[in-house]
């Protein structure tokens, strides 16, 4: 389809060209043949004059609007790509109902756009410094760069926790109509990102440090990612997977725990000697 898409714009481009071109022919020749006539003198009556020029306008009008024929058909044609969707975006009544899939697709040429999304999974993730030193956690092709600071939220205590998250989504097809009418763009900038941080700081300051970071780790990612799920899903966003891939405790927290593990550690040893 696309081949004859390019097929039917060079078509009508060709007879644009051919328009013009034989116009401008047309117009040179009648330039000469005025140039001809200033210089008659007696001595050139005798040689044969040019002959009068005939201007091809109606030709070449006519080349003109048939041109508009495969022009207007090759702009009606639409080519949605392989893991792509779309909606018509009508410059007369807006964003039209219905999602586009996958292949070929009529419009109406000049009133109808269509405006395209990336339907595949997608993955917005926060990340420690020590993974981009090491290069651990790589961007994919469709994954966001990964962001040196992970994502701060507050304890119970009033600490401060550093997380390292990553949500797996994609955009619901079937809604795409609501998301280009209603959200703004791009929405895993705009919608995704500010949408997660707000659910994980409302969830954690429910829990101690301790809690978080051990005992009740599962019970907090599971809570985060329902929530999460609801809210975007709200958006027409559905979130396939939350992931809490590691916890950044707070220095002081840090240093009292490794104390204490250094000190149980020592403790096993003096019982085994």
């Known amino acids: 389809m696309l081949t004859l898409k390019y097929l039917l714009i060079a078509g009508g481009v060709g007879m ?6 034989i116009l401008t022919y047309d117009l040179y020749r009648e330039i000469l043949y005025r140039r001809s006539l200033y ?3 007696p001595e050139t009556l005798g040689e044969k004059a040019l002959a009068p020029v005939i201007v091809r306008w109606r030709t070449s009008v006519a080349l003109a609007m048939l041109a508009w024929g495969p022009l207007l058909i090759a702009f009606s044609i639409v080519v949605v790509p392989s893991g792509m969707a779309g909606v018509r975006v009508s410059q007369m009544s807006g964003t039209e ?3 586009l899939y996958a292949g070929a697709h ?25 993974e981009v030193k ?7 092709r469709k994954e966001q760069p990964l962001t040196a600071q992970p994502l701060n939220v507050q304890a119970k205590e009033g600490l401060t926790l550093g997380l390292a998250i990553t949500v797996r989504y994609r ?8 998301i280009e009418g209603n959200l703004p763009r791009p929405v895993e900038r705009e919608i995704v990102p500010p949408t997660v941080a707000s659910v994980w700081r409302e969830i954690v300051p429910n829990y101690t440090v301790r809690e978080v970071f051990s005992e009740k780790r599962e019970e907090v990612r599971q ?25 950044q405790l707070p220095p002081e927290y840090a240093e009292g ?8 550690q020592e403790g096993h040893l003096s019982a085994l000697f």
Do not use: C, H, N, W
């Not at 955009?171 to 609501?178: M, N, Q, S, T």
């Not at 725990?257 to 149980?264: D, F, I, N, R």
């Open 16 to 21: 644009m060209i051919a328009a013009v071109g």
């Open 39 to 41: 210089r008659v003198t």
């Open 97 to 99: 109902p219905g999602t």
């Open 106 to 130: 009529l419009v109406v040429p000049l009133v109808e756009d269509v405006e395209l999304f990336d339907t595949r999974d997608q993955i917005f993730t926060t990340g420690m410094p020590e």
């Open 134 to 140: 090491t290069g651990s956690t790589k961007a994919t």
């Open 171 to 178: 955009l619901d097809a079937k809604r795409l109509d609501y």
């Open 223 to 247: 809570r985060a990612a329902e929530l999460i799920r609801q809210r975007l899903a709200a958006d027409g966003i559905i979130v396939k997977e939350v992931m809490l891939r590691d916890i």
């Open 257 to 264: 725990l490794q104390a204490y593990l250094l000190k149980e």
